[in-house]
């Protein structure tokens, strides 16, 4: 009877996570990178994201003008394949109804194995669906984004210690986070920075080990990971046919500093 729930929140509380995430709009169109706003102006008091606006800045806004996206105005999410070894940025207009392919950085290092991580010290990458919770422009690994790992599902699931401080960062190492070097998280931090400043409450980011489809789960039938994983599978589905993201009802905003 234990087992047979444990397999259904297995299958359960990944869909309500993705649920929960939502996006806020706002306003008007500009090509500029910043502007005004109080969280850009925060933001820009530290030394390092300054560095990083006037070196990558301009490369970063051409991007997002390339793919007639206004930074006043932006949406992003940020996905990331653990056989792909990379995280995918996602970018959309507020108030467009699909997202598009915006930049891919490659991943620097990784640890663990395919599947979740349970506790602390694994040296595991999560898996799921989760959200930007941290903007870290002190970081020991130069610019760094925190995911509020552990979430409900983790916390539900995993043993009593699930460990906590899981980043995209920059560098070229890891323990269980995710870094794309300091170039690749200088650009990826000036588009979350964007993002949030243009109103964007919360920013995904989905975690799959591989391409969640049936021919995938096939070859690793023998996981003990394959309850799990098909409880991931209808976000995943969502989001490659659809390109959007579920919405329900409006999450909290983000945490920052």
Not at 92 to 107: E, K, M, S, V
Request: glycine content about 6%; some cysteine; charged content about 20%.
């Amino acid at each position: 009877m234990l087992r047979r729930l444990s397999c259904c929140l297995l299958l359960v509380l990944p869909v309500v996570q993705l649920l929960a995430q939502s996006c806020t709009p706002t306003s008007k169109r500009d090509v500029t990178l910043t502007d005004s706003s109080k969280f850009w102006r925060e933001q820009l008091r530290f030394s390092r994201v300054r560095v990083a606006h006037a070196a990558v800045g301009p490369v970063v806004a051409e991007l997002l003008d390339a793919h007639s996206l206004d930074a006043k105005r932006l949406e992003i999410l940020l996905r990331v394949i653990k056989t792909h070894q990379e995280v995918e940025v996602w970018a959309r207009n507020q108030g467009a109804n699909t997202f598009q392919l915006l930049q891919r950085y490659p991943l620097a290092a990784t640890s663990g194995h395919l599947g979740p991580k349970r506790r602390a010290g694994d040296r595991q990458v999560p898996e799921g669906f989760y959200e930007i919770n941290r903007f870290n422009p002190k970081s020991d690994y130069h610019l760094s984004l925190g995911l509020n790992y552990p979430n409900a599902a983790d916390q539900a699931l995993g043993e009593p210690n699930p460990g906590g401080d899981i980043f995209i960062h920059g560098g070229e190492v890891t323990v269980g986070c995710l870094p794309i070097t300091d170039a690749g998280i200088e650009e990826l931090y000036l588009l979350a920075v964007a993002a949030r400043a243009a109103g964007q409450a919360v920013i995904p980011v989905h975690i799959f080990p591989f391409p969640l489809t049936e021919a995938e789960l096939a070859k690793r039938a023998s996981s003990p990971h394959q309850a799990f994983w098909r409880g991931l599978m209808p976000g995943y589905a969502y989001f490659e046919k659809r390109h959007e993201v579920r919405s329900a009802a409006p999450a909290t905003v983000a945490r920052t500093l």
